[in-house]
Each structure stands twice: as structure tokens, then as C-alpha cells.
């Protein structure tokens, strides 16, 4: 796997996906730079043998020497957290449009062999049918989904004008050890720390007509890899579990794996978001993708890790300005 290259540079490998990547190259012998700039990573639990190169992928500059040397680049860093693309869209813009820019120009420079991008599948919008494949429309509806689409765009004229050779992945939505409680707005963790904490889990939308697709962390590194060593150059995929939950069945697979019944507070007046987002992973199954930990596992993985009242999460689910949210 990835024999063709021996040094890789991952952006924003210090947060949440980045660490599991950085890890997963290590595992396979690969010499790892880690570039971050620590606003939502810590340095604390980059793994052991990674060099942590402090920068921001806003500074051309320090992206350009962090480059050096890198033959696969795989660009993760990013504000992650939609509501503060809402709240603060010119720092998301900068940090995932303008930022995206800088990584691509130095990944020129250095010659680079491979580049990855991580969007979201937030670049489709609302979804207009069910599963969404690669095909669906791309109209994000926050600055988030904006600025992640901009990201490709770029990704895609950065190999056809100089020869970068780039793959995109759309993770859906993304859970596991290690995400930062403050600024993680997936349900699976959030819905935990509250139960764990014998609060009510807040159920943003309606709990039954919404649906994710929420796949593992380690099965989500699993796609990465696998684009990066054969998927088509200008090539998209999705990354998902394939399998629809509504937050009803989450609530549920909760309760289940903690043995004790979770208590719910609907706040159904947020409709903006209420859909089914699922994704259709049959473009990358052909490359040996197989999502590998259920729900329920990662569930009950992730709920003995945080133990027993674990940090609560921090910030709300908004989708325009004015809105509440969560408290
Ligand atoms: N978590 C999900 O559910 C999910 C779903 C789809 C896509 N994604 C994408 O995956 C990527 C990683 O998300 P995550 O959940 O691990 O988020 P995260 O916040 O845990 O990780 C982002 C990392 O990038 C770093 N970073 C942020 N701005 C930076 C900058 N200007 N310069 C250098 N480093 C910077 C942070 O310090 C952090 O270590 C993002 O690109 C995100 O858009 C995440």
C-alpha cells in the first residue's frame, strides 16, 4: 500500500481525522510531517514518531516549507465546524477556501506526487434523492459547504493546469475517539457526553425523518489510504457507512450500549437541516472499501472510552443567523 511514496505531509494531522492518519501512515512505515497550527488540534496526542511542523495553511509561506520533501500530501486541515462558518464566514472562508489555495501552490512547488483532499459531503446541500451518489448536485447551503466546494474546485484546476494530481474524498458524518468536544457537531459524540452526563440528549430537527450516514473514524482512514494508493486522478468519492440511521435509532443504539434508556429533548422548530443524508459508497467499494465497525461497536467503543460524565459539548447546531441552537 502507498509504496510509491515515502514521505507524506498531513495537514491539520493534529485534530481529529488528521491524528487517526497520521497514526495509519506510521503504521506503514512512512516518514510523517504533521502541519498545524494547534487552534483546534493538540500537540498532546500527535503520534509518536510524527514531526509536528507549528504553521498555518493561511501563511504561504510556512505551507511552502512544510512542503518540502512530501511526495503525498493529504490536505485535512480545515475549520470543520459548520455553525462557525455561520457565525464567522470570512475566517471560514480564508482557513478552507484561501487555505486550500496555499497547500495546493506549495504541493506544486515541492513537486508533489499525490494530493488528497478532504472535503465533505456538506458540498451537496439538500439532498434531492436518496442515497447521494458522487452525481448529486453540489448546492451547500452554509459557507462551510461553500468554501469546502471551492477547496475541490481548486483541487481540480490545480491538476488540469499544472499536472498536480489530485483525488477527492466527501467524508459523511464522521465519529470516534479523539474528537474535540468543542467543536464536534456529529450526533454520535455529542448525543454520548449528554447521556453520559444523565442529561437529555438534544435532538436538533425531527428525530425520525432525520437520517445520517455516520461511519467510523478508522473506516473513513481506511477509504483515504485506498484513494491515495489507486483511486483515478480528478477523481471524487464518497466516504460513509452506507447505512441509513435516523436520530430516533441513535438515541436507541445509545440507550443499548450504556444499558440505561435515553431521555430526549426535541427541538424540532430548526427544520433547515431535516433530511436524509446518506451516502452511496458504491464508487469506492470497487477499490476495496468495506465499512468494517458497525454502529453499535463504535457506540459502545466510544462510550467506554469517555467513561463516566465526560466534558459536555460545547456550541450549537446553527444553520443561519439568528438561530438558537442547542444549549
Ligand atoms: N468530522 C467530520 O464529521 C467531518 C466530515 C466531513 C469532512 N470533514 C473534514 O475533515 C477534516 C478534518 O476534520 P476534523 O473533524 O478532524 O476537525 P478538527 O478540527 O479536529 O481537525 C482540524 C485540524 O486542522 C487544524 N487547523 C485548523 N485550521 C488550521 C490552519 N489555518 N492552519 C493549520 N492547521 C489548521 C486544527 O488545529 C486541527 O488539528 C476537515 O477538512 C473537515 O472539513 C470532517
Not at 462557525?84 to 497547500?103: K, M, W, Y
Request: charged share 25%; net charge negative.
Amino acid at each position: 500500500m502507498l509504496d510509491s511514496y515515502a514521505n507524506v505531509l498531513v495537514t491539520g494531522g493534529a485534530g481529529f481525522i488528521g491524528r487517526h492518519l497520521a497514526r495509519a501512515l506510521l503504521s506503514l512505515g512512512k516518514g510523517v510531517t504533521v502541519l498545524d497550527n494547534l487552534s483546534t488540534g493538540s500537540q498532546g496526542e500527535l503520534p509518536e514518531g510524527a514531526t509536528l511542523v507549528r504553521g498555518d495553511i493561511r501563511n504561504p509561506k510556512e505551507m511552502s516549507k512544510a512542503a518540502l520533501g512530501a511526495e503525498l500530501v493529504f490536505h485535512v486541515a480545515a475549520n470543520a465546524n459548520g455553525t462557525i462558518s455561520v457565525q464567522d464566514p470570512r475566517f471560514d472562508f480564508e482557513t478552507n477556501a484561501l487555505g486550500t489555495f496555499n497547500v495546493l501552490d506549495a504541493a506544486r512547488k515541492a513537486d508533489v506526487k499525490r494530493f488528497v483532499y478532504v472535503s465533505s459531503a456538506s458540498v451537496y446541500g439538500r439532498p434531492e434523492r436518496f442515497p447521494m451518489d458522487e452525481q448529486h448536485p453540489t448546492r451547500p447551503f452554509i459557507p462551510y459547504g461553500a468554501s469546502k466546494l471551492t477547496g475541490e474546485f481548486q483541487c481540480l484546476s490545480f491538476q488540469e493546469t499544472y499536472g498536480l494530481p489530485g483525488v477527492i474524498a466527501r467524508p459523511f458524518c464522521v465519529y470516534g475517539s479523539g474528537e474535540n468536544p468543542r467543536m464536534a457537531l456529529v450526533e454520535v459524540s455529542r448525543y454520548l457526553r449528554w447521556h453520559l452526563n444523565h442529561r437529555p440528549i438534544q435532538v436538533v430537527g425531527h428525530i425520525d425523518r432525520k437520517t445520517r450516514d455516520f461511519v467510523h473514524v478508522e473506516d473513513v482512514i481506511q477509504g483515504l489510504l485506498l484513494l491515495a494508493d489507486r483511486a483515478g486522478d480528478g477523481e471524487v468519492f464518497n466516504i460513509g457507512s452506507g447505512e441509513e440511521v435516523s436520530m430516533r435509532q441513535l438515541t436507541e443504539v445509545i440507550g443499548s450500549v450504556t444499558s440505561r434508556e435515553a431521555t430526549v429533548r426535541e427541538i424540532s422548530d430548526i427544520t433547515e437541516d431535516t433530511y436524509r443524508l446518506v451516502a452511496d459508497i458504491s464508487k469506492i467499494a470497487p477499490l476495496g472499501y468495506s465499512p468494517r465497525v458497525s454502529l453499535v461497536d463504535g457506540v459502545g467503543r466510544l462510550s467506554a472510552e469517555l467513561g463516566e460524565r465526560p466534558e459536555l459539548p460545547r456550541g450549537a447546531t446553527i444553520f443561519s443567523r439568528g438561530q438558537e441552537g442547542e444549549n
